[in-house]
């Protein structure tokens, strides 16, 4: 499986980033830009993931299941370590 850091994470303008936390997680605040497909519901939705992308979740365990469940469908998908609470912790901005 891909990993790359929140710092990575950061830096990388051009890789959509999927939150795959539940929908009151992620209201409850998010890394700018992240589109939310809860995990719950990524088996009917993907036809709505692209083919390439990073996910992140609260810590990283949700979005490192998605990541490893997907890799074998031919998704291109690197997981993001430590996952919102990293990118909260290493004082990033967030949206809500």
């Known amino acids: 499986m891909q990993e790359i850091t929140v710092a990575e994470l950061k830096a990388r303008t051009d890789i ?5 936390r539940e929908t009151f997680e992620y209201d409850d605040g998010h890394a700018p830009g992240a589109v939310n497909v809860p995990m719950s ?11 390439e992308f990073d996910v ?9 299941q998605v990541a490893l469940a997907l890799e074998p469908r031919g998704y291109d998908v690197t997981n993001v370590a430590g996952g919102t609470d990293a990118w909260i912790h290493a004082g990033y901005e967030v949206e809500r």
């Open 41 to 51: 519901e990524i088996g009917a939705r993907l036809d709505e993931l692209p083919a």
């Open 16 to 20: 959509p980033l999927i939150d795959v």
């Open 56 to 64: 992140i979740c609260k810590s990283g365990g949700r979005s490192a």
